[in-house]
Each structure stands twice: as C-alpha cells, then as structure tokens.
C-alpha cells in the first residue's frame, strides 16, 4: 500500500480585531467618561518653565479626519500643503495631567484646531483630546463652521477670524490603556435627517468651554497669528497651497 501522506493543516489567518467607535451616539457610560474626564482638566493650571511653539508646513495626503460622512464633499487626489503652529506646556504640579498641546493647521480652504492633555500616569485614561474646524463653501475668503449643525453659520474668513470667534468643540476623544478610545463628534446625515445629538449639548458646551479657556491661558491668538505670518514669508511659504476640497462639505506628544 502506498504510504498515505498526512494532511496539511490549512493555514490559520492571524485574527483580526476592529473596534467601531459610537462616535454619533455614545453608550450611557461612556457619556458618563467623557464628562468626568472634562470634569477633571484644570481651569487654572500652574504651568512649569518650560514650553514649546512650533510651526511649518506640512504635505496633506489623506482627508481631513474631521470631515464626517454625510457631508457633500468632493475630495481631489493632489495632496493640499498646510501651514501649522503647535504650542506645548508643561504643568507644574503632580497633577492628573502632565501637559497640554494645541496646535492650529490651515491648508487656505480648511482650518482645524486640536488640544491635547496628556494624563501623567495613565493607568485607564491616556489622553483627552478635543477638536473644532472650519471650511470653506466657495473661496479661502468665504469660510463658514463646518462643525454646526445649524443652516446659518457663522462666517470665517481668516484664522484672525476664526480664533476671535472662539470656535465650539465638534469632537471629543478619550485615549484609553488597554481599551478602545471614547468619541463624541457632531454627525450629518448622509441620507433623511440629522441624528438628534440634543442629549450630548451639555458635553460639547463643556468641550467648548475647556477650549476657551485653554485659548485664552496659551495666548493663542497672539502666537499663532505670529507664528503663521513667519510660515507665510518663509521661502517656500510663499507659494499659494492647493487644497484638496472643491467645495465643502486624531498628535504629537
């Protein structure tokens, strides 16, 4: 008899695990973790001797991850150049969070702000993270809040403008050890009407405000504004960028 070969176990393919994020409607709890982690970031820190501003220009290949699905937007292949400034401060005492980093980006049809606070001794929670935006309907000159959900927004037609404005949060995220992240943003509909996000006010009007603060204590206005016109007449700043929207529609540590 012919010597049966044995069988070759079939190939295991290595498992993947994809976690989706409720970022529209968030769970009970998790609403619950996002407010006591607004809850707990200092309004009056005590920041350390130390800082850090930056700025530059960076080549934007991929879309711009505050845009949401449902918004009416035509996104070119060319990647967009956007100009940056990011500023950093350490917080002096042995507090939950050990820094905080906002940073300003503007590619001359989209501008996103980030603020960022790092926990010092993450045991469950990393970082909170919070974001605004805005974008352009027709022009680099005619800007309007992309993160409202109301008919009428406000108009920006400049980072000045847009910085005055003290523009509201539109997304929320908490970086957890060893779990999932927690988010919140402000979702359109791709099809019928808007979800209701009525419940969640209370957490962006929160959001909004910690961004404000944070504003106001890192002299935002004036940094940025600063920092961006030395972008602006760098050698190579010069050159007008080329966004990838036609029409409108998560840092370094």
Do not use: W
């Amino acid at each position: 008899m012919a010597q049966q070969q044995p069988e070759t176990p079939p190939a295991t393919q290595p498992q993947v695990k994809v976690n989706m994020l409720n970022v529209c409607t968030p769970s009970a709890e998790e609403q619950k973790e996002i407010a006591a982690a607004l809850a707990r970031i200092p309004r009056q820190p005590l920041f350390a001797p130390d800082f850090e501003v930056a700025r530059g220009r960076s080549t934007l290949s991929d879309m711009p991850n505050f845009l949401q699905p449902g918004q009416s937007a035509h996104v070119s292949s060319e990647p967009s150049v956007a100009s940056y400034v990011r500023i950093r401060h350490e917080f002096a005492v042995q507090a939950l969070f050990s820094s905080v980093q906002y940073s300003f980006s503007n590619d001359g049809q989209n501008m996103v702000e980030t603020l960022v606070l790092h926990v010092r001794d993450p045991k469950e929670l990393i970082q909170v993270a919070l974001e605004d935006s805005a974008s352009a309907v027709s022009s680099p000159e005619t800007m309007v809040i992309a993160n409202t959900l109301e008919d009428s927004a406000s108009a920006v037609a400049s980072p000045e403008s847009m910085l005055a404005a003290n523009t509201p949060a539109s997304r929320i995220r908490l970086e957890r050890f060893g779990k999932s992240s927690v988010a919140l943003a402000r979702c359109l509909a791709s099809e019928g009407p808007a979800p209701d996000q009525s419940a969640y006010e209370p957490l962006f009007r929160s959001a909004s405000q910690v961004l404000a603060n944070y504003r106001s204590l890192l002299g935002v206005k004036r940094i940025v504004l600063d920092e961006l016109t030395k972008v602006a007449g760098s050698p190579r700043g010069k050159t007008a960028p080329r966004s990838k929207m036609a029409r409108p529609l998560e840092d370094k540590k």
